[in-house]
Each structure stands twice: as structure tokens, then as C-alpha cells.
């Protein structure tokens, strides 16, 4: 299959849409479209075509139990694909849509079940980005769409990784440059009980539990609200299926490095081969200098960011790729600690992770 590539430039958007007419239109015919979103490149399909949401799971060689997030290009319309059931669903959707959460509601049954994992509930997600936006109004239909990298592998946020992935499997691959977050968004579920409302944050994201504590004391709501981590949530069924799969791991094993003491012997029982280090600035050159003292010559090592966070947040999966481009053997990357924006970087590096150390 020939992909088209289509460069689109945030700032033209608004004279330049008319080059997303082609593959908006495709996308409504039942066709596979990525593109970018503020936090990472998805891949698209029509949420109301089965035949076409069959398609991802093929292409990403995605569990079938693992529901799609539907994307729309305005609140508004949020109503005739979900139900929105109380005050705090309501608060949430106000305060931050569009942007990088998304909030699961009750499925109204409308968009396909093969999307939806055949679950009662959908996920709900209005991207800022402008191209998305453009994109999906002109597509007029609600788009599925989970991180465009084949599955298991670092989600894509720029264009490379995507063609990477999906070149000669897709039709089109809408190029709008890095993604500005670089995770994925925040997953939320409210529930409500007798006495209390509680948010699960089920994949924390760039949106975190205190952003969602602020919104909750900025509100006057008529029950208590909680915010509570849900991902380890474990059963038969987790709530969001995507919990138990291995996921974001490169070809290179990512080791999470609290201790370097134990390098010496890690090494020596695993082997070794090239070695990168990922972190900020006094952890890179530490831990060079320790491994050279310890006789590794082959280092490659990365400046993950700098104190601005959100910069380590929109790399990780940039450098996870251009590790593996580099042949690199194992990374060893920084544990940036797990508060706020943090915790979510940290997450998607636990699941990643062959050894923690
Ligand atoms: O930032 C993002 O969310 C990106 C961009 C493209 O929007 N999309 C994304 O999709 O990360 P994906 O498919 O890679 O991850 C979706 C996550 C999975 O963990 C899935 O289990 C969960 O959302 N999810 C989707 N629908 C759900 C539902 N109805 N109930 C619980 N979890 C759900
Ligand atoms: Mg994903």
C-alpha cells in the first residue's frame, strides 16, 4: 500500500486545511488515517464502521479486549455517543476539554463495539491540537484512535516513529511535527456512591491528581470527592484493560536505576553490549564516569531535560527510539521521583522496564 504523507504546519492551519480534506475524507470512508494530538500521534479510524475499526487492531497488532479512546472535535456532541451521569463528569469535561484527558462515560451504544471492546462505557477525548481538530470536524464522524506505534513499542510523537511503524500499512500519515506533550493523556472514570463521588485516575497523564484535587476544591459539589490512583487495579477484568499489557518498550531493555551499586553485578550475570543513559544533567555525567570506572567503554549517554519536566515527559519516547536506532543493549534511565507530572513519566517507564534496579 503507498502511504501519502501530508505536512501540515499548526500555524498555516487555519488557511492550510484544505490539504486535510483528502484524508478527513478517507477517514469518514472507513480508511486509516494517523495524525498528530498534543500529547501523541494517533492512529485513526471511523468509530461508527466496524470494518474500519478493525483495521487498527490489525495494523497495531492490538489485544481485541483493549477499547479504543473516540475522539471528537468539540464538547458539544460528546451527548450523542455518551451519557454524561453526574456533576463531577460534567465539571471535568468543563475545566479540561479540550485537552489531554479522557474522561469514560456510559456508552450510548452508538459507535462500534469493536471500538468499545464491547464494554458499557467509552472513552471520551477531545484533543486541543488544531490539526486534530480540523481533522476531525472535517471528518464529521467520531474517531477511534489509540497511540500510532505498532503494539507494545514507545507511542509515536513525531513523524519519523510514525513512518517507522506504518509506512506501505496505512493510506495516510498526517505530519505535524513532535507532539507538544508527549505522553499520553490522562484516562479518568468517575464513580459515584451514596455519600462520595470518586475520580480514578486509570493512566495518569499530563493532567495529574493534583491538577484534578485543584478542580475538586475549586468546585462546591453536593457530595465529598475523591482522587484516587486506579491503575494497579487488578482483577479478571481491570477497568481499563490496558493496564495488564506490557507496553512502550523498545528493542533496547530499559533498566529503572535507584541504585547503581548493583550495575556491577547486573551486568555480569545479564551480559553486556552497548549501554545508554538517560537522565538530567548531574546523573548522566555521574554515572558515566562510575560505569568507566568500572571498566564500560561503549556509553551513550542522553540529557533527558533539563528542570522543566514537561521537557522530560515530551522526550522519553523520542530518546526510547533513538536508542534503539543506535543499537543501544540496555538504557538506564533516571527515577525522577512521583510527584505530579513526574509520576506520570515514571509510569510509562515502569512499564516499560525489563529490570529495576
Ligand atoms: O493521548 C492519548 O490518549 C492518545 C491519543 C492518540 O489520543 N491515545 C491513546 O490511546 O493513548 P491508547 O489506545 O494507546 O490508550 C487508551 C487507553 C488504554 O489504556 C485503554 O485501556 C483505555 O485508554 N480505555 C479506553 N476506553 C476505555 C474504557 N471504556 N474504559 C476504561 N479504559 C478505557
Ligand atoms: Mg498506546
Known amino acids: 500500500m503507498e502511504t501519502k504523507i501530508i505536512k501540515v504546519s499548526p500555524k498555516g492551519i487555519e488557511t492550510d486545511y484544505e490539504v486535510l480534506i483528502e484524508p478527513a475524507t478517507a477517514l469518514r470512508n472507513g480508511e486509516l488515517v494517523a495524525f498528530p494530538t498534543e500529547t501523541v500521534y494517533g492512529i485513526g479510524a471511523n468509530s461508527l464502521l466496524d470494518d474500519s475499526v478493525r483495521k487498527i487492531f490489525e495494523v497495531k497488532g492490538r489485544p481485541q479486549d483493549n477499547p479504543l479512546i473516540v475522539h471528537l472535535h468539540s464538547k458539544d456532541i460528546i451527548g450523542k455517543y455518551a451519557i454524561i451521569s453526574n456533576e463531577v463528569e460534567e465539571g471535568i469535561i468543563s475545566k479540561f476539554m479540550p485537552g489531554p484527558i479522557t474522561v469514560v462515560l456510559r456508552n450510548r451504544g452508538v459507535v462500534s463495539s469493536v471500538a468499545t471492546a464491547g464494554l458499557d462505557t467509552v472513552g471520551i477525548r477531545i484533543p486541543y491540537n488544531i490539526i486534530a481538530q ?3 470536524e472535517l471528518a464529521g464522524v467520531p474517531v477511534s484512535a489509540p497511540s500510532a506505534n505498532l503494539s507494545g513499542k514507545p507511542s509515536a510523537t513525531d513523524p519519523v516513529s510514525v513512518i517507522e511503524d506504518f509506512k506501505g500499512r496505512i493510506p495516510y500519515i498526517i505530519d505535524g511535527g513532535r507532539t507538544h506533550i508527549g505522553i499520553e493523556s490522562t484516562v479518568v472514570m468517575v ?8 475520580i480514578l485516575i486509570l493512566r495518569p497523564g499530563f493532567i495529574t491528581k493534583e491538577d484534578l484535587e485543584g478542580f475538586v476544591s475549586e468546585n462546591k459539589f ?15 477484568r481491570p477497568i481499563s484493560p490496558g493496564q495488564k499489557y506490557r507496553h512502550y518498550s523498545p528493542k533496547s531493555k530499559v533498566v529503572l536505576l535507584n541504585d547503581k551499586s548493583k550495575l556491577d553485578e547486573f551486568f555480569r550475570v545479564v551480559g553486556n553490549g552497548r549501554i545508554g543513559i538517560l537522565g538530567r544533567f548531574d546523573f548522566i555525567n555521574d554515572l558515566e564516569v562510575y560505569l568507566i570506572n568500572l571498566g564500560f567503554k561503549d556509553i551513550l549517554k542522553v540529557e533527558w531535560c533539563g528542570n522543566d ?17 543506535e543499537g543501544v543493549e540496555f538504557i538506564l534511565v533516571e527515577n525522577l521521583g512521583d510527584s505530579g507530572i513526574a509520576y506520570s513519566i515514571m509510569n510509562r517507564v515502569r512499564k516499560s522496564a525489563s529490570y529495576v534496579l
Open 191 to 198: 464513580k459515584e456512591e451514596v455519600d462520595k463521588f470518586r
Open 222 to 236: 453536593s457530595k465529598p470527592v475523591f482522587v484516587e490512583y486506579s491503575e494497579n487495579f487488578s482483577s479478571e
Open 134 to 136: 480540523k481533522l476531525l
Open 309 to 325: 519536566l514537561l521537557e522530560c515527559a515530551r522526550n522519553l519516547f523520542l530518546y526510547y527510539r533513538f536508542f534503539d536506532r
